[in-house]
């Protein structure tokens, strides 16, 4: 760690690339739940379809539910 101590620019840089990566997993899990919804309408999902389908919901509510509590966390803390 002796690299990362006083130096702000690449704490900076690392969270702004978790960011980023955040915000593409999070658009890439909206991108697959509409597909298994429309697919669901469609024709009868397999298992591990329906299992992904179920965790990429439980993931977008929780993504959006820690990313409120954050938000309020530091804006009202």
Known sequence: MIFIEGNDTL????????????AILILCSFYYYRQFKKMKKERKLTSSE???????QIAIYLCAGSFLLLFLDRNFG
């Open 11 to 22: 704490v900076s840089l690392l969270e702004n690339i978790f960011q980023i990566s955040a």
């Open 50 to 56: 329906l299992s992904i389908y179920i965790v990429t």
